[in-house]
């Protein structure tokens, strides 16, 4: 219409986009909580808390040794294998016996044979007496003489004394028990006494020239009967492969290492002692205990050696893989169990101080 002014157009903002939308926050766990990726350095897992991962590796290592040893209990009255711990090897179960006196094809009269084809020979001079390896013949350099005051020959060249009553073990368990006529000065073998499950021989005069042989169904007898006495001297062992020979030495029930050489005149009256390399020491199963009787391990001794073994395992693991062991606080509240059951079962050994000890390096690296 005429006169009247129309009024100004309204103008609309234009609109504002809508923001994309956001994915909801999920809560992320603690830095501390949180496993290392697989291939990160040790350095980078600075995260982890030391003290925390020590006490769950104790544990867990706790727990192994705890089913080592129940298996070992299962396993009833069955004799170990060879431990670690340093301990002497146990031996073999017990022998049946089978010593064969005379009638050794190729052999003097007096010779007696072992179930494990070694065969033992009293010479009738020199005071000596030989060890022939399985297959030898009398005509071989025999695997060891020990002959006069008393001096031991080894094949292989090795050459030492001894002075006392002793000890020697074959591989197959048979024990020679060799008296000598003095346990001071210069002395020589007068008797030896050969063991073999329940069989006994035993071998007089063999500083003479017509050493005698009788024999008996008594050994398991007469080695309690003497049990004392054979445990106080020295007992050496037989290892041989080849033209090599190896008797190692033990003392009171422990291992004191290799026979290398002899020492003269130790005590001012001429009697002899022998050198001994310790790092040495024969391979498992080398029977070291008397006439091949099992050895006595105890439940504690096995689990120490198993506890050794878990630690040894779990290093591994600690370098593989420390962020993925345990994490819920029932499993560290078994574990915990685990460890006092076990730390009641070994009161003498204080767990957390050996474990924390073995395991620091672990954590530290």
């Known amino acids: 219409m005429c006169g009247v002014v129309a ?6 903002p234009p609109a504002t986009p809508t923001p994309p939308a956001q994915p909801p926050v999920v809560a992320q766990p ?5 496993p290392a990726p697989l291939g990160t350095a040790p350095a980078a897992q600075a995260c982890i808390d030391p003290a925390a991962l020590q006490r769950t590796l104790t544990e867990a290592i706790a727990g192994v040794a705890l089913m080592a040893l129940g298996a070992k209990m299962l396993q009833g009255a069955q004799v170990p294998g060879a431990t670690c711990c340093s301990c002497v090897p146990p031996p073999p179960a017990q022998p049946q016996g089978g010593l064969q006196v005379g009638g050794v094809a190729g052999f003097p009269d007096n010779a007696i044979r072992t179930q494990g084809g070694y065969t033992i020979v009293p010479e009738g001079k020199d005071q000596a007496w030989k060890i022939y390896g399985p297959g030898q013949s009398y005509g071989d350099d025999a695997l060891t003489r020990v002959w006069g005051d008393p001096h031991v020959w080894e094949r292989d060249g090795t050459k030492w004394d001894f002075t006392k009553d002793s000890n020697f073990t074959l591989p197959d368990g048979t024990l020679i028990r060799c008296d000598t006529t003095s346990e001071v000065g210069q002395s020589v073998t007068q008797g030896l006494t050969i063991v073999s499950g329940n069989d006994r021989v035993d071998v007089t005069g063999v500083n003479t020239s017509r050493p005698a042989v009788t024999s008996a169904k008594d050994g398991q007898a007469w080695l309690r009967d003497n049990a004392a006495t054979l445990q106080a001297g020295h007992t050496f062992a037989l290892q041989h492969e080849g033209q090599n020979v190896e008797w190692f030495r033990s003392t009171n029930g422990q291992l004191d290492g ?10 001012g009256k001429g009697s002899y002692d022998q050198i001994v390399d310790a ?15 099992p050895a006595t ?17 779990f290093g591994l693991l600690a370098l593989g893989g420390l962020g993925f062991l345990g994490g819920s606080r029932e499993v560290r509240g078994f574990m915990r169990q685990v460890e006092t059951a076990l730390s009641s079962l070994l009161q003498q050994r204080d767990l957390s101080s050996l474990f924390t000890q073995n395991l620091a390096r672990a954590v530290r690296i």
């Open 30 to 34: 603690p830095a501390q909580d949180r």
């Open 7 to 12: 009024p100004p157009p309204v103008r609309t």
């Open 297 to 313: 391990t105890t439940p504690t001794q096995q689990a120490t050696c198993d506890m050794d073994r878990a630690m040894g395992l």
């Open 258 to 267: 290799l026979v290398v050489g002899a020492r003269s005149n130790v005590d």
């Open 279 to 293: 790092k040495k020491a024969p391979r498992p199963g080398t029977p070291q205990a008397l006439g091949g009787a």
